[in-house]
């Protein structure tokens, strides 16, 4: 029943940026971490990033220092703020969110596609 909605993709040349938001539809509880994950044809699904309930984060190497992930608890809505884009960043981007305490479920977007043109 839960969807996450996802927003922010498109169009961008080479050394530009873009904001992705993801929020979840319907009621949603027990949320303790949102992630970013990317997919380009014919490669596998790929870790972006990662932010717990209490703000701790974690990213892959291939875009420390120019991705940031944030997140608002209360409106359950994560986001990815992407600058320096580079050709290789285009893929279709999902998110992520992870329920529970004791045993964790996870729920993905429909996706979102970001292309960068040279």
Not at 24 to 51: T, V, Y
Not at 59 to 81: C, E, H, M, P, W
Not at 89 to 101: E, L
């Amino acid at each position: 029943q839960v969807q996450l909605v996802e927003s922010g993709g498109g169009l961008v040349q080479v050394g530009g940026s873009l904001r992705l938001s993801c929020a979840a539809s319907g009621s949603i509880f027990d949320i303790n971490g949102m992630g970013w994950h990317r997919q380009a044809p014919g490669k596998q699904r790929e870790f972006l990033a990662f932010i717990t309930s209490s703000g701790s984060t974690t990213y892959a190497d291939s875009v420390k220092g120019r991705f940031t992930i944030s997140r608002d608890n209360a409106k359950i809505t994560v986001y990815l703020q992407m600058n320096s884009l580079k050709p290789e960043d285009t893929a279709v981007y999902y998110c992520q969110f992870r329920r529970g305490t004791v045993k964790y479920s996870y729920f993905w977007g429909q996706g979102t596609q970001v292309t960068v043109s040279s």
